[in-house]
């Protein structure tokens, strides 16, 4: 089993081309973005330190954490962030590699793909066999940020300021896959890899 870091700027569309890697391939794949969700339910990892770190002003009337609320909390606090940050991006991590040891103990898979926007920063590289890089050029990227999720100009830049530049994504990632062209283009680039594998 392979396990590919998936990576790549907003709106590159990884979404979509994992989409049709699970539907076409023998596969898992992780979304970090999921995971650091389930880590924050009652019972999970983070979910009391989060809780005693920003009060139970954060909870819903079942004990859940309120997404909104605990955002109102973090807002405008880069300490409370990053405590909150340090709190679950460990949390993301280690369930992230339990998955992969249970899916390479069972050896039913032939890939487990892990999907998220910091896997460069938060040290992924030495957990995934190859990092591969969602590329599409950026006024694609703005044309369907704007279409898909209707972002003002003003939320574009801030995201993709935020976010690593395009020469640090090549330098981490062995594989790119160009997105810039459409889907039909990008699935083609993906089979041609993959088959290579199988």
């Known amino acids: 089993m392979k396990v590919i870091g998936i990576t790549g700027g ?85 369930m992230i590699l339990d998955e992969i040891t249970v899916a390479k103990a ?19 590289l030495d957990i995934v066999d190859e990092m591969w890089y969602i590329y599409a050029r950026e006024e694609v990227r703005r044309r369907r940020l704007k279409e898909s999720r209707n972002y003002t100009d003003e939320k574009i830049d801030a995201i993709m300021k935020s976010q690593l530049k395009e020469e640090i994504f090549r330098k981490y990632c062995s594989i790119v896959i160009d997105n810039s062209e459409g889907l039909p283009a990008a699935f083609r680039q993906i089979d041609r890899k993959l088959g290579e594998y199988l």
Do not use: W
């Not at 979304?31 to 009652?42: F, L, N, R, S, Y």
């Not at 069972?106 to 992924?124: M, N, P, R, S």
């Open 10 to 94: 907003v709106g590159a569309g990884k979404s979509a081309l994992l989409q049709y890697i699970k539907e076409k391939y023998c596969c898992k794949i992780l979304m970090a973005d999921e995971i650091a969700h389930k880590v924050k339910e009652p019972g999970q990892a983070c979910y009391e330190e989060i809780v005693s770190l920003l009060s139970p002003e954060i909870l819903e009337e079942d004990g859940t954490i309120h997404r909104g609320k605990m955002a109102v909390k973090i807002f405008g606090s880069e300490e409370l962030l990053q405590k909150v940050n340090n709190l679950i991006h460990p949390a993301v991590k280690k």
């Open 106 to 124: 069972e050896g039913k898979l032939d890939f487990l793909f892990v999907e998220a926007a910091l896997l460069i920063e938060d040290g992924y």
